[in-house]
């Protein structure tokens, strides 16, 4: 979940943590996109001198809600190069998780950025989820992280390749297998053109066929989003053979029968 310091959501923690109490939910998390090395890096993240900001408003929220768990974490992007940066970012503050994600597939380009949608009009769609998917890859490796997020957000807007991206999936999930790393159910792309959970069904079983352990998410940028479709994501984990979520506290995971 996200808060008005990334410049495109709306509602403060705490309003999103009463929220979750009117749901019924036991606990959430909040993750909005973390300060990169430079604040004019574009206009959809906090500035560094935020970073205090952001984790003071979250610790309001636990104060005001006390019989909720609330998580502390970072949404980070993944680019090649900043490593030192991200790891700098892990030591500030107490996280209890790193969600690792990608966005960018080239220097300047966000791939899920509506106002950069004409870029894909000068690409092949199996070019930009190679891309993609070469760098989703990379950050599974690294170790750095707790949790992928929305492991096929380049569907976004409805853009999927003619040709089979089995082997894209294939890479990705050996790797986070690898080294563990949880890869999120994210309801959020059910808000978007393609309509669909990230990830799809077919990826969705793969990730399992691959011992990959979930969490779930719901992305949101407004109060309203706090929570949205949880049960559809949860019927989509049943329904391709998981038995068990994760929970992060302190970067320490916990399996739970799902």
Known sequence: MHTPLCRHATGEP???AARARELGLAEIGFSDHSPMPRDDFDNWRMRFDQLATYVAAVEEARRNHPSLLIRLGLEVDYIPGQEAWIRHLSGLHPWDYLIGSVHYVADGWAVDDPSQLSQWKHRRPIEVWTAYF???????QSGMFDIIGHADL???FGIVPTEDCSPLFETFLTAAAETGVAVEFNTAGLRKDCRE???SETFARRMHAHGIRI???SDAHAVEEVGASLED???????VGFTQWTQ??????TSIPL
């Open 197 to 199: 959970i990230y990830p």
């Open 14 to 16: 705490t309003a999103y």
């Open 134 to 140: 070469k760098r989703l890859t990379a950050a599974a």
């Open 154 to 156: 380049p569907k976004k």
């Open 233 to 239: 994501a949860v019927a989509l984990a049943r329904r």
């Open 215 to 217: 969490t779930f998410g």
């Open 248 to 253: 992060f506290s302190k970067r320490q995971s």
